[in-house]
């Protein structure tokens, strides 16, 4: 699968905004898909996931929980994180990642990354 990541931008602290991340393929219900986030000088975190074909279950890091939501629409082979209440330290480049299966310790496919900045 082919991931696309789009949606970034700059905005101020308390603002929101969505990403989304199309996928090529046929099989997109199939895979846990996730957002991740690199800082600059910090290692890449995990920030969302939500599980294979309904999405009945999602995660999210303790740093988001309540502010950011991932959702996804199979129909349109896109999954989406909607931030709100952003703050500086969600600076970041944010990827878009899928797993065969949601078990898997490490995602097999990724997007190339959308810059988010957050400004005070």
């Known amino acids: 699968v082919q991931l696309q990541a789009s949606g970034g931008g700059q905005v101020q602290a308390g603002d929101s905004l969505r990403l989304s991340c199309a996928a090529s393929?046929?099989?997109?219900?199939?895979?846990?898909l996730g957002w991740l986030r690199q800082a600059p000088g910090k290692e890449r975190e995990f920030v969302a996931g939500?599980?294979?074909?309904?999405?009945?279950?999602?995660y999210y890091a303790a740093s988001v929980k309540g502010r950011f939501t991932i959702s996804r629409d199979n129909a349109k082979s896109t999954v989406y994180l909607q931030m709100n209440s952003l703050k500086p330290e969600d600076t970041a480049v944010y990827y878009c990642?899928?797993?065969?299966?949601?078990?898997?310790?490490?995602?097999?496919?990724w997007g190339q990354g959308t810059q988010v900045t957050v400004s005070s």
């Open positions: 939500i599980s294979s074909w309904g999405g009945g279950t999602s």
């Open positions: 990642a899928a797993k065969n299966r949601d078990y898997d310790r490490t995602y097999a496919y």
């Open positions: 393929g046929r099989t997109f219900s199939q895979y846990f």
